[in-house]
């Protein structure tokens, strides 16, 4: 197996993308849970990204939409961008490109869409009150469609990288394929957020132990929907993160 490790910034404070390449799985079946992935930088602009995947022949695009500076379902939606493009990469990930002239990002990869079925307080609950997560806020992404709810660590509606969750039909979300596995948060003392997990009545689908096939203490919990959350030590993370910069 191989895999490969996108960043945007350092890996202990940016969030980073994990690809594995696993033959024997090919070709991957993506499922209908999985929304899509969401980034943006100072300097993309999407006019130059279709060219580049046009030359390449990688990925496609799906749709581009333009957006008025101050436009306020726009900013409502957490998409304070001039113009937006849904692109789609060669595994078949759906990506929201978002090309912003005005602002800095603090984070590249801005969001990542989970379809979840249910309750949606009961997901917000869970995601405040187990990851840690603030509400950013509710809405519907137009009248008579599914409610979303935006998740994140960062205390600013504008940084960071945001969970969304879209409360969707129940067979779309038990479709999970066998592409996107996990999210990995770190954490500064893995047993006491283990303790936290059990607090809150959350399931721990593995509990406090070395990461399988790595060095790092962990532990797995899982929301309402199934959607796995892997709490990584701190220190442990940070030393894997050196052994691997001193290998290359």
Known sequence: MQ??????????????????NDEQRSPVHLGKAFGHFSCSHPGLRIAKLIEDMQLTGTGRVSKVEEFEVAN??????????????????PAGYYWEVLERHERNVSEALCKVMLRVSGDLDTHIKFYHEVLGMRLIRKAHLAPGHHECAYMSYNPSERDGTWIEL???????????????????????????????????????????????GTSITSVVTQDPSGWKYVFFNEDDYQRDVESRQHVH
């Open 72 to 89: 306020v379902e726009s900013l409502r939606l957490g998409r304070d961008a001039d113009k937006i493009a849904c692109v789609v990469d």
């Open 166 to 212: 879209l409360l969707s039909d129940p067979a779309q979300v038990n479709d999970k394929g066998d592409g996107f596995q996990f999210i990995a948060i770190s954490t500064k003392n893995v047993f006491q957020t283990a303790e936290s997990i059990r607090k809150a009545n959350a399931p721990i689908l593995q509990d406090v132990g070395h990461f399988p």
């Open 3 to 20: 895999f490969v490790i996108l960043l945007t910034g350092p890996e202990q404070t940016n969030a980073s993308l994990h690809f594995h």
